[in-house]
């Protein structure tokens, strides 16, 4: 059974850091490309960045550009999403699934897998 598990969330105040993880069990991430997407209160879910299989990462949201990274260990089946200056505007669950990587525009009906999220809040 595929499963992908968001984790690392949580209550973090402005200008503070965290980092997601999206580990993956019953399937192998190596060779493919994994994006981050986000949902806020109220909001329609939105693609944040991804990465690809050879470790280019491409950005969807420019509003996260200079501050948020994301990265791939295959070894250990995880890509991680590093959030830094985090801002109130941040504050959403964070999803991560399977899909392809390369250009700035996406389509969520080209994601798989996605998991259960994790909730990261930036609230003083």
């Known amino acids: 059974q595929v499963q992908f598990v968001e984790s690392g969330g949580g209550l973090v105040q402005p200008g503070g850091s965290l980092r997601l993880s999206c580990a993956a069990s019953?399937?192998?991430?190596?060779?493919?490309?994994i994006g981050w997407f986000r949902q806020a209160p109220g909001k329609e879910r939105e693609g944040v960045l991804c990465?690809?299989?050879?470790?280019?990462?491409?950005y969807f949201a420019d509003s996260v550009k200079g501050r948020f990274t994301i990265s791939r260990d295959d070894f250990k089946n995880t890509v991680y999403l590093q959030m830094n200056s985090l801002k109130p505007e941040d504050t959403a669950v964070y999803y991560c699934?399977?899909?392809?990587?390369?250009?700035?525009?996406?389509?969520?009906?080209?994601?798989?897998?996605w998991g259960q999220g994790t909730q990261v809040t930036v609230s003083s």
């Open positions: 990465i690809s299989s050879s470790g280019v990462s491409t």
């Open positions: 699934a399977v899909g392809p990587c390369g250009y700035p525009d996406y389509d969520e009906l080209e994601y798989d897998y």
């Open positions: 019953g399937f192998t991430l190596d060779g493919y490309g």
